[in-house]
């Protein structure tokens, strides 16, 4: 297996989410569908097992741990969009504090969608300055594309990174490109929270997700 969920290293509980030391940190989830994915694509497996944290995005992935007896034995559900609420809020209370102007990056998705969450985040977190980046809808970017990318969130010098670009891509773009983002900063590849923000896609209904239904919301609404 090309991965092993065994041996790795998962948050167990939210609090940990504030442990996470300040600087460069590359945060990924993982869940079920992820995880199976990641057995047929050595990139997608590389990419989860070398970040420097995962989040148990998935009722189910939180059982198997406990089924396995492995090494890490997540206590709850962390979904990607439960550690963007915090990242957002904890930076947001930051700039508060200080009086600046943090500036947050959002590189994936549309147009559209982006627009959609640069309103509600002026609104939603006074203090954060966003910045926003759209690249090629593609199925695998060239050269110049990669190097224009990297070259807009070294320009946008970011307080906190976001990438949106659907797993595994998301995951395999940052790993591979990790050595050459110039930042200092906390990043998470959440690709669906990007459309969840901007309302563009509704999450679950909280019934729904407190009975590790969340999945098959998502299947109905996107077939």
Partial sequence: MLLQLKTLDIICTMPELDRIPAGKILINTINAHSYNT???????????????????????LVKACRWLKAKSQPKERIA???????????????GKMTNDKLRVMFL??????LALIRERAAVDYPHLDIITYSPP??????????????QAINDAAP???????T???????TYQHWDELNIHCHCGTVGAVFDFYAGTVKRAPLSWQ???????????MEP
């Fill in 38 to 60: 990641a057995q047929e694509d050595k990139a997608f497996a590389e990419a989860l097992s070398k970040g420097d944290y995962l989040i148990p995005d998935g009722a189910h």
């Fill in 80 to 94: 990607g969009w439960d550690l963007f609420i915090f990242e957002m809020e904890r930076l947001n209370d930051k």
């Fill in 108 to 113: 994936g998705s549309s147009e559209e969608v």
């Fill in 137 to 150: 809808f593609k199925p695998e970017f060239s050269d110049e594309d990669n190097q224009t990318m990297i």
């Fill in 159 to 165: 307080d906190l990174l976001w990438i949106g670009m």
């Fill in 167 to 173: 797993a595994p891509k998301q995951e395999k773009w």
């Fill in 210 to 220: 407190r009975n590790s239904l969340e999945w098959l919301h998502r299947l109905i």
